[in-house]
Nanobody, 119 residues
Framework: QVQVVESGGGLVQAGGSLKLSCASS????????MGWYRQAPGKQREMVAT???????NYANSVKGRFTISKDYDKNTVYLEMNSLKPEDTAVYYC?????????????WGQGTQVTVSS
């Protein structure tokens, strides 16, 4: 079973920055895609940023130009750098690794890390 551990969340003032980290127990090079999702209270989980094939990035419109997803194969870690944070960015942020194997998709999720942005 793949272990996924997020870190780096916390409380920050609006306009501030945070960098989330997500470490995998398996080599992330083997995953087809990786990404960050978030869930605010009373809302559904939504995609924030994804990285496919190690190169193709995709961002939610609400975070474009402010958030950056990156990875470090040597550390088996994916990052989410968040700048110009807004109160509406407040949520639990989850890391995901996805793998396609014999026609089936396998998803591995972390436990989540809380990000709170105060106004």
């Amino acid at each position: 079973q793949v272990q996924v551990v997020e870190s780096g969340g916390g409380l920050v003032q609006a306009g501030g920055s945070l960098k989330l980290s997500c470490a995998s127990s398996e080599k992330i090079f083997n995953f087809n895609d990786m990404g960050w999702y978030r869930q605010a209270p009373g809302k559904q989980r939504e995609m924030v940023a994804t990285l496919t094939g190690g190169l193709l990035t995709n961002y939610a419109n609400s975070v474009k130009g402010r958030f950056t997803i990156s990875k470090d194969y040597d550390k088996n870690t994916v990052y989410l750098e968040m700048n110009s944070l807004k109160p509406e960015d407040t949520a639990v942020y989850y890391c995901n690794f996805g793998q396609q194997w014999l026609g089936k998709r396998y998803d591995y999720w972390g436990q989540g890390t809380q990000v709170t942005v105060s106004s």
